[in-house]
C-alpha cells in the first residue's frame, strides 16, 4: 500500500508540470552541482566546452533594402493640385478655397462677400472687469502701504491706489543701551 501511495504521489505532484521536470527540478544525480545553470542552447554548450558546430550567416540573394522614397512635389504639382484634391489624391476637407487674388478680412462672417457689413462681428471687450469679492463674502477695508525692504538701503512702497515707489530707507534710532 505505500508503495502505491508513493507513486500515486509522486503522479499527482508533477500532473502540473511533468514528472520530468519534477524530477530534474527535486533529485539530482551523486557527483552533480545542484547549483549549476542548467540548458543545453549554443552557450551553455560552449561554456561547458564541448564542440559546437554551427551554421555561419550567408547573404542572401535580391535587394533586401526598400527603394528610393518618391520625389518631392513641384510647385507646379502644388498648383494642379489645388484644384480639389491635396497631395495624395485624397479629395480636400476643407470647404472652398480663397481664389487667386481674393482678400480675407478679419471680422468678417465665413460665407458673407466683402460688401456686406451688416452683419459683420463688431464688439468691444470692457475696459475693466467689475470687483466680483464683494460675492465671495471679501470686504475691500482701508488699505494700508505695504513696505518691501530692499538689500541696497531702499524702501519699495506699494500703495493703496497700486501705485508703486522705491525711497531711501529710515535709519531706526539706535536705542539707548546702558552697560552695567
Known sequence: MRKAA???LCLVVSGCSGFGKFVSDTATLPGANPNAPSGDNLNMRRVRGYSTAE???LPSGGDIWPG???PLP???DVEKDRSGTVLGGAPSVNGPQLQDGGEMKVG?????????TSQSITGKLPDAEPDAASRFGAQR???ST???PNGDGTVTLIHPD????????KKNASPDVSHP
Open 55 to 57: 551554421t555561419p550567416l
Open 146 to 148: 505695504i513696505e518691501i
Open 6 to 8: 508513493l507513486v500515486g
Open 108 to 116: 468678417e462672417p465665413e460665407g458673407l462677400p466683402a460688401e456686406d
Open 68 to 70: 528610393p522614397p518618391a
Open 74 to 76: 513641384t510647385l507646379e
Open 162 to 169: 497700486g501705485s508703486v515707489t522705491t525711497t531711501q530707507a
Open 141 to 143: 477695508g482701508s488699505a
